[in-house]
């Protein structure tokens, strides 16, 4: 294993990666929450989910965490009638995105939380490492 | 095997009694004509103490960054004291293929929540706020050690001039 502070500065930057990714996944959830599909009857935008996984980093010889996988919300779309959307089926519904935009909020909020948790421990690791360095300092 | 040299045998004895020697925490052992500052106690200590603060720095950091894992197990040191505890005679190296131990090898890492009674339904354990509070502890420790490594060394190098 590497040095231990400098290993947590790389997992602190994998989570924030990870944190990022999904915040790029909210985000374009909430931005295709009203996309329909561009042919009549067809499925609009599904939800994308991220999926997070702990994985050993063989050159630290730590356990990073990464973007396991981008999935696909499986809901059903909700059904709302609107028959001058070129979207429309035949008995003029559109199928809209099943994306909650107040779960995707609470979700970024989340991930808000989780990217300042992260970026804290970079932090405080850079400044104990430094505190280090200090001892050499004014001695 | 060849027998040990009688150089060897003192240079072991003084190793060993002087981390055990913590009556006389500020006597420094000689040797081969040079004072060696590894033999004063308090250097030791506060070098194992930011060992295992780093080693723990790790750990809270993996935990944090794995805050949304499924299945994740929050990981954290045994107290220091127990660190402390183990590690009463250390060798001295005399050859370069010696290992030293680190605070990591008397106390490894283990799983904060044992019985899982904090985990979440994806079987996550950690607690963000308990690992926040514990990443101030650290950082709260690791200056208190640096300032006593830092008065320390004031203290030696006034000794020199």
Do not use: C
Request: net charge negative; glycine share 6%.
């Amino acid at each position: 294993m590497i040095d231990p502070l400098k290993a947590s500065l790389e997992i602190a930057g994998a989570g924030l990666d990870a944190q990022s990714t999904r915040l790029r996944i909210i985000s374009q959830n909430i931005a295709n929450s009203q996309s329909t599909a561009s042919v009549a009857g067809g499925d609009p935008y599904a939800r994308q989910t991220v999926s997070f996984d702990s994985v050993l980093d063989r050159s630290t010889g730590v356990d990073l965490v990464r973007v396991k996988s981008i999935g696909v919300d499986e809901s059903p779309f909700k059904l709302e009638l609107d028959p001058g959307n070129p979207a429309a089926d035949a008995s003029g519904y559109v199928k809209m995105p099943n994306i909650d935009v107040l779960i995707e909020l609470a979700d970024m909020r989340e991930a808000n939380r989780t990217y300042e948790a992260n970026l804290q421990v970079a932090k405080q690791s850079a400044d104990m490492m430094n505190q280090t360095v200090s001892l050499l300092k004014d001695a | 095997m060849p027998p040990l040299s009688p150089a060897h045998k003192r240079r072991h004895a003084l190793s060993a009694s002087s981390v055990q020697a913590a009556s006389p925490i500020f006597r420094i052992a000689r040797q081969e004509g040079r004072i060696r500052l590894s033999a004063i106690y308090l250097d030791q200590l506060a070098t194992q103490r930011t060992q295992w603060l780093n080693l723990r720095q790790s750990l809270i950091a993996g935990n944090v960054s794995n805050a949304n894992t499924p299945g994740f197990a929050a990981k954290d040191l045994p107290p220091f004291s127990t660190v402390l505890a183990q590690t009463q005679v250390a060798m001295t190296a005399t050859d370069p293929m010696h290992i030293a131990p680190t605070p990591a090898d008397y106390a490894p890492p283990q799983a904060a929540d044992e019985d899982g009674a904090n985990s979440t339904l994806s079987g996550n354990s950690v607690n963000m706020e308990g690992e926040m509070m514990k990443l101030g502890e650290i950082g709260r420790d690791a200056s208190t050690v640096n300032a006593i490594k830092k008065i320390y060394h004031q203290m030696m190098l006034s000794a020199l001039k």
